[in-house]
């Protein structure tokens, strides 16, 4: 791969990398406008019912960011069999951490908000939620295994067609069973169309991908990577993801204990977020895919160039996107509630939304960045320290402590990702000066 070749590469893989991660935000932001304009009172059992759920599903999530970065490296080492042996124990991984995580979820997500000073009629109602979207968690990891796997390989158009297809079945199921269930009915929504995205790409991996040389459907080579290798990859993302999701959970905890409107707010602002996060994730993987295809081929220079390369682009994106933000503010807010106050606490927020999303969207490629030439740690410990110790005692302080609001929780979001991104893009700019550097890579046990 010269590296002329290399933005192209990136927009090809970042699009439907995007365009999918997209999708996957859409389902929640779906679920929110649909409870919002449907059952708008339960809106704030669907955000607390999420936040247990959450933390589960991104640390899971977290395990299978190796079935990427091992698949890619494998491609660019020249051995594509090792990608699909890569992806069948990826597979396992999902099915195991799902379970355990369902489990987890049924047991503990109610007394779990009694515990953190939610009301017992909201945390009763939450619990309820976070009970069937943990049914769910199996099935969502399962595709996500899989989307990797596509996105390791080149390939990542068929996962963002299920996505939006499976988006399209959790909107009907939404308008057939909100109306009836409330929050519970888009949870059982959520569970259906997940039913529908697993069936989709592992059917459309194993049908067509079968005799295609990846060996999606061959015993595995004894020289692929292992279970160990794996989790030596996807342990520290794993930690580094749940460190940030409970943080966020926390936020919408605090959110919470201010008040049911600020919970609501909170939760349409941080879908926004969210949605424009996921521009930065497909950036994020597109980065990560080149680096570890760079450094399985032995180019540790044109995998420092990917890793700035793809920077640069988010960057520009990150600003784009704050634009659109505060020029239809109104319309956002009035797109996701029918409360004409709720719709003016949004807009309100709108401006230190659109502050956040540079430094956020940054701090997560700067770390793909990292972790595709194998520095596998340095982002979980900057992840622990900016999401973990800064930013919930600081929200705490500004918004319930000094009465800012769900205001003062976006400033120490800001904050925190000010903090992030500063220190991973530090930590990148050392590692790439180094004279005779070499890279770490992930030990195979």
Same mark, same amino acid.
């Given at each position: ?191 259906? %169309?997940? &039913?529908?995205? !697993? #069936?989709? /790409?592992?059917?459309?991996?194993? $049908?067509? =991908?079968?005799?295609? @040389?990846?060996? +999606? ?123 004409? %106050?709720? &719709?003016?606490? !949004? #807009?309100? /927020?709108?401006?230190?939304?659109? $502050?956040? =999303?540079?430094?956020? @969207?940054?701090? +997560? ?81």
């Amino acid at each position: 791969m010269s590296d002329p070749a290399l933005l192209p590469r990136l927009i090809r893989l970042a699009g439907p990398v995007a365009i999918a991660r997209l999708g996957i935000m859409g389902m929640g932001v779906a679920d929110t406008i649909i409870v919002g304009q449907l059952a708008p009172r339960e809106l704030s059992h669907l955000a607390l019912g999420w936040a247990p759920t959450g933390l589960f599903l991104v640390g899971a999530i977290g395990l299978l960011v190796s079935v990427q970065v091992l698949g890619a490296r494998a491609i660019g080492e020249g051995r594509a069999a090792h990608a699909g042996a890569v992806l069948r124990r990826g597979l396992i991984i999902a099915w195991i951490a799902g379970g355990v995580s369902a489990a987890l979820i049924a047991l503990s997500a109610t007394p779990a908000l009694l515990a953190l000073g939610i009301k017992p009629d909201l945390a009763a109602a939450a619990g309820k939620v976070a009970m069937v979207l943990g049914l769910s968690i199996p099935l969502h990891l399962t595709f996500i295994a899989a989307s990797f796997f596509m996105e390791a390989i080149s390939r990542p158009n068929a996962g963002a067609v299920v996505m939006w297809l499976g988006n399209a079945v959790n909107i009907a199921l939404n308008l057939v069973l909100v109306s009836a269930y409330g929050a519970v009915g888009s949870a059982w929504a959520t569970v259906g %169309a997940r &039913v529908f995205l !697993v #069936a989709g /790409l592992l059917g459309w991996i194993f $049908l067509k =991908l079968r005799d295609s @040389g990846f060996g +999606v459907a061959q015993p595995a080579p004894s020289s692929a990577p292992g279970f160990g290798a794996m989790l030596a990859v996807g342990a520290a993302a794993a930690i580094s993801q749940v460190a940030e999701a409970g943080a966020f959970g926390g936020m919408t905890v605090i959110a919470g204990r201010i008040g049911e409107d600020a919970v609501a707010s909170y939760q349409i602002v941080l879908n926004l977020l969210a949605v424009v996060f996921m521009i930065a994730l497909g950036f994020a993987a597109a980065t990560q895919v080149l680096v570890s295809e760079s450094i399985g081929a032995d180019q540790k220079a044109q995998a420092t160039r990917a890793g700035w390369l793809g920077l640069g682009v988010n960057t520009l994106a990150m600003f784009a996107a704050a634009v659109l933000i505060l020029l239809f503010a109104q319309p956002i807010g009035r797109a996701f509630s029918a409360d004409p %106050a709720l &719709v003016a606490a !949004v #807009a309100a /927020l709108m401006p230190i939304a659109a $502050l956040v =999303l540079a430094p956020d @969207g940054g701090q +997560v490629v700067a770390a793909a960045a990292l972790r595709g030439r194998g520095d596998n740690w340095f982002p979980t410990a900057s992840h622990v320290f900016a999401y973990v110790i800064v930013m919930p005692p600081l929200a705490f302080l500004l918004g319930e402590m000094q009465g800012r609001g769900v205001a003062g929780l976006m400033e120490a979001i800001f904050i925190a990702s000010c903090i992030s991104v500063g220190v991973l893009v530090a930590r990148f700019a050392w590692l790439t000066r180094r004279a005779q550097g070499g890279f770490a890579q992930p030990r195979e046990t």
